[in-house]
């Protein structure tokens, strides 16, 4: 199978795929629902670099009640976040300040199975984790039978792609595989950073941001341990990555 992202920048936005979508909201919000429309989307379906795509989606649901659902793919945060064009149409800066509901499903955490051959069959996915076993590892096992998962196999099987649409989804990967490096790297880079000073790895980060901007303004070190709350000693350490990380360059 093809990976979902991809196929939300292609396949997905063909009417005649719609199915696929249908299933994995009725197996997110556990009632059925019939797509009428296709919104406004983002993401440049033509760079196969770009690890950013959002469509929005009208449906109806088994209720009658139409609904606009927004669905969100990012490879590099783990965060729901708005694009510059929404905060600009809506001059709002968060997710919550517009949408009254919305999930985060980070696909990354969801375990693995198990390769202990002594350890007892686990327990049949549900229909929602079937959809995140797809989307976690672009693979379908013969028993998944969520709504949905049918259309999947027919329409999203790498062996139906063109020879045109199959050289573009191999460079789509091989350029998600640089990603997930750099961000491996970037990853390890802040853990290790803030275990030396002493503190978490966001905490390190944002610290750093600041105490660079400080170093420019040329803030006393008084002044940057009053503005951080760290201590002397905390400070002068990022400062020795900071100027680490400047004579790399």
């Known amino acids: ?26 197996a997110l919000l556990r009632r059925d629902f019939i797509i009428k429309h296709l919104g406004e989307s983002e993401g440049n379906k033509e760079n196969v670099d770009d690890k950013y795509n959002r469509v929005d989606i009208f449906v109806e649901d088994s209720d009658n009640e139409l609904i606009i659902v927004e669905l969100q793919y990012d490879s590099e945060y783990e965060e729901l976040i708005l694009s510059e064009n929404q905060k600009k149409i809506y001059v709002k800066e968060t997710v919550p300040e517009i949408f009254p509901e919305y999930y985060l499903i980070k696909v990354r955490k969801f375990p693995e199975e198990t390769k202990d051959p002594n350890a007892p069959p686990p327990p049949p996915l549900s229909p929602l984790d079937q959809w995140i076993y797809y989307f976690k590892t672009s693979k379908i096992k013969d028993d998944f039978d969520a709504k949905g998962m049918d259309k999947v196999r027919e329409a999203l099987a790498y062996e139906n792609l063109t020879n045109a649409q199959k050289n573009e989804y191999q460079r ?78």
């Open 172 to 249: 789509g990967i091989e350029a998600a595989r640089v990603r997930e490096s750099e961000m491996h790297t970037k990853y390890v880079e802040g853990k290790v950073e803030g275990e030396a000073i002493g503190i978490e790895k966001g905490e390190a980060n944002t610290h750093k941001k600041a105490i660079k901007n400080a170093l420019k303004a040329g803030y006393s070190m008084e002044i940057m341990q009053t503005m951080t709350g760290l201590s002397i000693e905390q400070i002068k350490k990022i400062i020795e990555i900071i100027e680490q990380d400047n004579n790399s360059k």
């Open 1 to 26: 199978m093809i990976s979902f992202d991809w196929a939300m920048k292609n396949q997905l936005r063909n009417k005649a795929n719609f199915e696929i979508l249908e299933g994995f909201l009725s």
